[in-house]
Each structure stands twice: as C-alpha cells, then as structure tokens.
C-alpha cells in the first residue's frame, strides 16, 4: 500500500514538472531579450572593444619605457694584438703590450622617451577614440530597439494565433450544436444526409485549420523563445487581452524635434565628427615630431681582466623627425579625407529626409490600423446578427443549411480578422513611438 502511494505522489510530482510552465508578459520577454539575445551581448561587447580603444589611445600621453640587456661570450677576444711599447718609447728592450678584450661581457640600457609634439596625432587620435565610444553606445540603442521590437512582434503573434486558437472553439460550439440540430432533424426524416454531411465537412475544415494555427504557434513560440533565451517548450505567454486598453491614436510628436533624438541621426552627426578628426590625423602624419628622453646605462665588460671595464652613466635626448618626401602623398591623402568628409555630410542630409519621411510614414500607417480594428468592430457586429437571423430562420424551416455555415464561417472570419487588426495596431504603435522618442 506504501509503495503504491509513493509511485502515485512520483506521479503526480512528474505531472507538475511536465505541466509546469513559466508565463512571461511582454515586459518580462523585452527584459529576457536584453539579458540573454546574443545580438544584445554582441553590442555590449562591441562597446566594451570601443571603451578599451578609448583607454589604449589615452597611454599615448605618456612616457614609453624601455629596457634592453645584452649578454655575450666568445671563444677568445674580439680584440686581440700586441702594442709596441718599447718601440714607441724608444726602448726597444722592453716587451710589447698584450691587448685582449671584449671576450665577455653584459650591457644593459633602460630608457624613456615622452612625446612633446606630434603633429596633434595623440591629442585627435583621443578625440577620435572617444567619437569610437560614442559610436558604439548609439550602435548598441539601435540594435536594442531593433530587438524588443522584433520580440515584441512574436509575442503579438502569439496572442493573436492564441486568440484564433479560442475563435475556433466557439466555432466548433455553434457547429456542434448545428450538427445536433441537423442530427434530430435527420432522425426525424425532415431532412436528408445530404445536410448531415455538409455539417460534418465544416467540421472537418475547422479542424484542418486548427491543427495549422497549432503548428503555428508551437513555431512563433520557438522564435520568441530563441530570442529571449529560454526553452521553447516550458514557458507561454501572458494571455492579456488585446482589448486591455481602448484603441486610440498616440500622440501625434514634432517630427523635427523627434528627429534630433534618433540614434540614426545623431550617428550621421558623429560620422562626420570622425571624419574630420581623421583629416587632422593625417595632416598630423605630416608635421615634425618632437620627443624628450632620458636613459641609464650599465656596462661590465671584461671583468677581473686587466683590460676589464664596469662602468654606469645617465643620458639625456631629443630627438626631431621632420618628413619630407611624406608630403608628397600626405597630401593627397588630405584631400582624400576631406572628400569623405563631404560625403558624410551628404549622407546626412539625404537619411535626414528619409527618416522624417520614416516617421510620417509610420503616423499614417498607425491611423490606417487604428481604422481597420474599428472597421472590424462594425464587421462582427454584421456577422452576429446574420449567424441570428440564419440560425432563427433555419430554425423555422424557412431557411437553408448552407447559409447557417456561411454566416458562421463568416463570423469566425470577422473575429480573426478583428484579432489580427488589433495586434498589427499594437505592432505600429509601438514602432511609431519608437521612433519618435515616446514611452
């Protein structure tokens, strides 16, 4: 008997994990996205890459150091010979000078050179590092938008199949009760089975159609998964209805003002930025350098001979580089920058046009959804009332069966047509004030 309640309680445990599922809102999905989309961990790292360039450029203010050591050992002396001593003496009894060196010996040298001009490259060079980091924050906005926009479409997707999905069980209620009706009437030998059959063959249809939006579904959610991060098979979505809030238009923005905040705009705006440090940077290429340094000197040559050395010294430097024959293609590499700097500015002002032209857009196709759920309102309310009158005059033997299925065909169109209004109203309203700055 024990062993029988355990295996029930193992049971029953087993059931809950199988049918236990995270149900996610739209929020908790766009927060899963930016969490766990490998497209928002690229941008991160993409910034992050930005922000180490930024802090490399900036050692360039600094002294380099550098340190250098030489060992060596031979065989005999590099060195070697005899000095005629007593010939240059006049004396020409005493013996000549045996000369060995440099058979081993160590040499070190540390030294420190800082910048003192170089022709603006380091001081532009931080200026293009920190345009580079400002890049890639807007880059990262942008890739951002672009991600909890396209979840945020699944995730209407997948209300909006759910919804069908429940269109569908009142339509397989009215058929049902149709088929009850048409059954007792057939029994009854009012009708033949002819009329039986046309019942069953809308049955069938529904149910093809159903077995499609479940496949749909189970696609959409494998998406929305992939993209939030999550296994497909354990989580849903949060049913809420697409009725919530009473459709209405949004707050119609200033177009030009909305367009200075645009991530796309203001990178134009450091696009030319870049651009114009890079002419800098190139006309820096060309100017003399200067730099200061000093360095310390460690030499043991020798040691423990007679000709042995050990010694250690300071020094102090400049040096100046001046190019000369650089000038010759440096300039044409100014001019060639300064064209690209006219190209972005061209740019600019042509994807200027574009994204005002975006924004209304997005204004007109907002209206034209907000139109067509109010459009599909009128439409369920013409479908209801032609499913009663069908159904009371078929009922009353003064209509036909055809026209019953019809009207309740098109009332499940009218719904799901409704269902798919809402959903793309929601869709454009999202992207209308995504572009415009708005909440």
């Excluded at 193992?10 to 989309?37: F, P, V």
């Excluded at 026209?403 to 719904?415: E, G, I, K, T, V």
Aim: some cysteine; overall charge neutral.
């Amino acid at each position: 008997m024990i062993r029988k309640i355990m295996a029930m309680c193992m049971a029953s445990l087993m059931t809950i994990g199988i049918y236990a599922q995270e149900t996610y809102t739209l929020q908790t999905c766009k927060e899963l996205a930016l969490q766990n989309n490998t497209k928002a961990q690229k941008s991160e790292l993409a910034l992050e890459v930005a922000r180490q360039s930024k802090k490399e450029a900036f050692t360039k203010y600094f002294p380099s150091v550098s340190a250098m050591g030489v060992g060596f050992k031979a065989t005999k002396p590099m060195m070697a010979g005899e000095i005629p001593i007593g010939a240059l003496m006049g004396n020409p009894e005493m013996p000549p000078f045996e000369l060995n060196m440099l058979k081993k010996g160590m040499i070190g040298v540390v030294s420190a050179t800082q910048p003192v001009f170089a022709g603006g490259q380091i001081v532009n060079g931080n200026k293009l590092a920190k345009v580079g980091v400002e890049v890639a924050e807007l880059q990262k906005s942008m890739s951002e938008d672009a991600l909890l926009l396209t979840v945020e479409q699944y995730y209407w997707q997948i209300v909006t199949l759910k919804e069908k999905m429940k269109t569908i069980a009142e339509a397989e209620s009215l058929l049902q009760q149709a088929y009850q009706d048409v059954n007792n009437s057939y029994q009854a030998g009012l009708v033949n089975k002819n009329e039986l059959l046309k019942v069953e063959l809308k049955q069938n249809e529904l149910e093809s159609n159903k077995l499609k939006l479940s496949n749909g579904l189970k696609l959409a959610k494998m998406v929305l998964a992939q993209y939030i991060g999550v296994t497909s098979d354990n989580f849903d979505v949060e049913d809420p209805s697409l009725m919530a809030e009473e459709p209405m238009l949004p707050v119609k923005a200033d177009h030009e003002s909305a367009l200075q905040q645009r991530a796309e705009y203001r990178l134009l705006d450091k696009n030319i930025e870049a651009n114009k440090l890079q002419v800098k940077m190139e006309t820096g290429k060309n100017l003399p350098t200067v730099a200061i340094g000093a360095g310390w000197n460690y030499m043991n040559i020798d040691k423990n001979s007679p000709m042995g050395m050990e010694d250690n010294f300071g020094m102090g430097f400049v040096t100046i580089s001046i190019p000369i024959t650089n000038w010759w293609g440096g300039s044409h590499a100014i001019k060639k920058q300064k064209m690209q700097v006219k190209i972005a500015e061209s740019e600019k002002q042509d994807t200027e046009e574009l994204l005002l032209i975006q924004m209304q857009q997005l204004w007109n196709e907002v209206n034209e959804a907000l139109a067509q759920v109010r459009l599909s309102e009128k439409a369920i309310d013409s479908a209801v009332e032609n499913v009663r009158l069908n159904s009371d005059y078929y009922k009353a033997g003064t209509g036909v069966l055809t026209d019953l299925l019809d009207a309740q065909s098109s009332l499940q169109q009218a719904r799901d047509q409704h269902t798919e209004a809402l959903a793309n109203y929601r869709i454009k309203q999202s992207k209308y004030k995504q572009v415009t700055g708005q909440p």
